[in-house]
């Protein structure tokens, strides 16, 4: 699917037609052609099940893998399914035995999803340093905190809850100096902007599907640099090689993206996600363009009504945060007018996609400007 214009894939998002919908950083509705996608396996499984099931699997989901591949650069043979951003970040938080008397560098401005798998470490005498730091020094205070005993930097490409996109590169160069790999979350801006792990010299990458890449909960991915992480931390029934054969007493360990996936995945939801991929593929330019500018145009109109934008404007990606207070307050009366955004940080979440527009941001940050001077 090749768009001109962002008008032409609102039409195929039902949710604009009864809201005015900012939320794509917490759950985004889901597209009818990633939607009929999905309900096409599940349909199939209705009427013909195993045979459905088997013929969907018959290329180990290269497919799948393919589509999210192509959408971040990387090897299909590096693409894992997996359930949620947690998971993977678990999976790499006990797969790279990470020693006592060494570090993690990660910091206060993260999901708790990036920051809570490797508190289990410091039970066996890692050190988690977890970072204070803010959207203007960010990337000097994370530099700042690394050394050689650092194993690990465990970071998110856009923050959750100021709207910072971090200078990926520039933290990824110095790590590589001490030796340090790098994990990603991409999960807020995989689908927003346009993302190179082979630019960036990461080594992992996870996001589940159901933010920017407006796919169903339950799906999800992770990206792991060929070379790394070969023997998995867990293992399950497709951990084997030749896994169809059923046999307890035969295993071979697998080599390929499948030693991640512990049992059966959600095929449904990571259909809709490949097809959610193939589309963002397909227009990354224009989706990538409409994101930023809207963001910027959402920054603009902040300082016009005299609210403090948080979110740096220099390094934006598809989130904003006003500041304001009683910010739950506000949300839920936004919510009785249709219009969708998140408490989040210290203030209000606006989290624009590229079918969104600007009326309807002028809209909602007038009505946030009017319910603003109510509260104080």
């Known amino acids: 699917m090749r768009l001109r214009d962002p008008k032409e894939f609102r039409e195929l998002v039902p949710a604009t037609k009864r809201y005015i919908y900012l939320n794509h950083a917490a759950i985004s509705p889901t597209p009818l052609p990633s939607l009929f996608e999905a309900y096409r396996y599940l349909y199939e499984i209705s009427n013909e099940g195993s045979i459905a099931a088997n013929r969907e699997e018959a290329d180990e989901l290269f497919r799948i893998r393919k589509n999210i591949g192509n ?4 090897d299909p043979e590096e693409i894992s399914l997996v359930p949620n951003t947690s998971y993977g970040i678990n999976i790499v938080a006990h797969g790279l035995d990470i020693k006592q008397g060494e570090n993690i560098v990660t910091d206060s401005l993260e999901f708790p999803a990036v920051v809570y798998p490797f508190l ?3 039970k066996k005498g890692v050190k988690i340093n ?13 530099l700042s905190n690394i050394d050689k005993n650092t194993r690990l930097v465990a970071i998110s490409h856009v923050s959750f809850n100021t709207g910072l ?9 110095e790590a590589k100096e001490f030796g340090a790999l790098v994990l990603l979350d991409i999960i807020q801006s995989a689908g927003a902007i346009r993302i190179d792990v082979r630019e960036l010299d990461i080594d992992f990458a996870v996001a589940g599907g159901y933010k920017w890449l407006m796919s169903p909960q339950g799906s ?21 090689t030749e896994y169809l054969r059923f046999d307890p007493t035969n295993f071979n360990l ?33 989706i990538e363009n409409s994101v930023l500018s809207l963001s910027q145009y959402a920054i603009k109109l902040s300082k016009e009504y005299n609210l403090e934008a948080i979110t740096p404007e220099n390094k934006r ?6 500041k304001l207070n009683k910010a739950r307050e506000v949300v839920q009366q936004l919510a009785n007018d249709n219009i969708i955004v998140s408490p989040r940080g210290e203030g209000i979440r606006i989290s624009t996609h590229f079918y969104n527009t600007e009326d309807e941001i002028q809209k909602t940050i007038e009505k946030i400007a009017k319910l603003a001077s109510y509260s104080n």
Not at 317 to 322: K, R, S, W
């Open 71 to 74: 959408l971040i650069n990387a």
């Open 120 to 122: 289990k470490l410091s």
């Open 130 to 142: 977890l970072v204070k730091t803010n959207p203007y020094t960010f990337e000097e205070d994370i």
């Open 165 to 173: 996109r971090v200078d990926v590169k520039k933290i990824a160069r």
């Open 220 to 240: 999800g991915f992770l990206y792991v640099k060929k070379g790394l992480i070969e023997d998995p931390p867990f293992y399950g029934w497709k951990t084997t």
């Open 254 to 286: 697998e080599k390929g993206p499948r030693r991640f996936e512990i049992g059966t995945i959600d095929i449904a939801a990571n259909l809709a996600l490949s097809k959610s991929c193939e589309i963002i593929s397909n227009n990354m330019d224009l």
């Open 317 to 322: 990606a598809g989130i904003v945060v006003i």
